[in-house]
């Protein structure tokens, strides 16, 4: 079953523009990871935040975790035609074993 | 280093078939997981090996199966083939220590079932 729910479904904007994407969650997690996905094939890691960590930094990638609002946010900054793919929440679990539970994804189209 | 890989990339069966895909971890990874990306969906977890046995499992039938041999790879087996088992079939790679680290993703296996 699916945890996550990304939203929004699909955003559309133009290069130079800022993309933001949200993630809510359910149960109490260890991490969140956000991947990206181009055209149906492998997932490419972008990146980790544990769940003491509010906020997290990698390039043009700035994401923020709530854990009281079970929630993530991850913004590209200064987005490229590039970026054009899906992107994933994933969460892991603070229980069990570290499998990844995700969302159905955003869709990112940025347009030159 | 090499990443992830998988094969075969593209496979077609028919229903009833049997099928067998295959995985190697990225160096250095002795821990492997298989998820299901059904189209339009996100990836669902499907099981995880480690020291080659299965030590979690999601909600698939038993007629998913796998296997990790000593060098870390892995296979996933699936039994009497349904038209909706045709789906991306992403294998990851992780070390299994008591930190939880990244997982990497191989490109995936698109299994389509007629």
């Known amino acids: 079953s699916q945890q996550g729910e990304e939203d929004p479904q699909a955003l559309s904007i133009q290069e130079g523009e800022n993309a933001t994407m949200n993630c809510s969650y359910k149960?109490?997690?260890?991490?969140l990871q956000w991947y990206r996905q181009n055209s149906g094939r492998g997932l490419v890691h972008l990146i980790l935040?544990?769940?003491?960590?509010r906020e997290k930094h990698s390039g043009r990638l700035r994401v923020t975790l709530d854990t009281s609002k079970k929630s993530s946010s991850l913004l590209i900054t200064a987005s490229r035609a590039a970026d054009t793919a899906s992107y994933f929440c994933?969460?892991?679990?603070?229980?069990?074993?570290?499998?990844?539970?995700f969302g159905k994804g955003t869709m990112l189209l940025v347009s030159p | 280093d090499a990443g992830v890989t998988q094969s075969p990339t593209h496979l077609i069966k028919t229903r009833g078939q049997q099928v067998t895909l295959r995985c190697s971890p990225k160096?250095?990874?002795?821990?492997v997981s298989w998820y299901q990306q059904a189209l339009g969906q996100g990836p669902q977890f499907i099981f995880q090996?480690?020291?080659?046995?299965?030590?979690q499992r999601g909600n698939f039938p038993d007629r998913f199966s796998g296997h990790q041999f000593p060098n870390y790879s892995s296979e996933l087996n699936v039994n009497a083939l349904l038209l909706g088992d045709s789906a991306l079939y992403l294998c990851?790679?992780?070390?299994?220590?008591?930190?939880?680290?990244?997982?990497?993703f191989g490109p995936g296996t698109r299994l389509l079932v007629l």
């Open positions: 990851a790679s992780s070390r299994g220590g008591r930190t939880r680290e990244t997982q990497y």
């Open positions: 149960t109490s997690i260890n991490n």
């Open positions: 935040i544990r769940s003491n960590e």
């Open positions: 994933a969460t892991d679990p603070l229980s069990g074993y570290s499998t990844l539970t």
């Open positions: 160096s250095g990874h002795d821990t």
């Open positions: 090996y480690y020291e080659e046995e299965e030590r």
